[in-house]
Every structure is written in structure tokens, then in C-alpha cells.
């Protein structure tokens, strides 16, 4: 007696990194160094956060991630989060 079942497949392992998230905190983050600069603390609360979560997300999808247009996703992401963080220091060296 056989009973077998076709079910789909599960993925346990680790998820992929995606480069339009990083893409989507870099851009998210000019926003929310600049508009959010005269709310208390400046945008480096809501700003710095969000670049450095784009920078990181950035790197570990350009690692992981095959595929020359995501690549350039990635590198256009972690591009604009550093010219957000540095943004930022020129404000608060300004300031």
C-alpha cells in the first residue's frame, strides 16, 4: 500500500536579501534626514537608522544576490544611504 502525497515545497532556510528594500530605506532615508532636521534630535534619529539599515542591506545583497540589474540596485541603495549619512555630518558640522 503506498500513500504518497504531493505537497509543495517548504524553504527553511535563510531568505535571500533584497536590493529594492535597501533601495526603498536609502531613498526613505533622505527624507528623513532632511524634512525630519528641525523635529528633536535632529533626522539623525530617523534618518541615520534608516541609511545604515540600507547600507547594511545594501552590502549583503550585492553579496548574495546574482544578477547584474539587482547589483546595480544594490550599489545605487548603498550609494544614496552614504550620501545620506553624509548629509548629515555636514549638518551637524555646520550647526
Known amino acids: 500500500m503506498e500513500s504518497t502525497v504531493k505537497r509543495p515545497a517548504v524553504d527553511v532556510g535563510p531568505h535571500r536579501a533584497k536590493p529594492g528594500l535597501a533601495l526603498l530605506l536609502a531613498v526613505l532615508s533622505i527624507p528623513g534626514s532632511t524634512l525630519a532636521w528641525d523635529l528633536p534630535a535632529g533626522g539623525l534619529w530617523i534618518g541615520l537608522p534608516l541609511a545604515i539599515v540600507a547600507i547594511v542591506l545594501g552590502i549583503r545583497a550585492r553579496r548574495e544576490v546574482a544578477?547584474?540589474?539587482?547589483?546595480?540596485?544594490?550599489?545605487?541603495?548603498?550609494?544614496?544611504?552614504?550620501?545620506?549619512?553624509?548629509q548629515m555630518v555636514l549638518f551637524v558640522a555646520l550647526s
Not at 69 to 80: D, G, N, T
Open 67 to 86: 544578477g547584474e540589474a539587482r547589483s546595480r540596485i544594490a550599489i545605487v541603495a548603498i550609494v544614496i544611504a552614504v550620501l545620506a549619512i553624509g
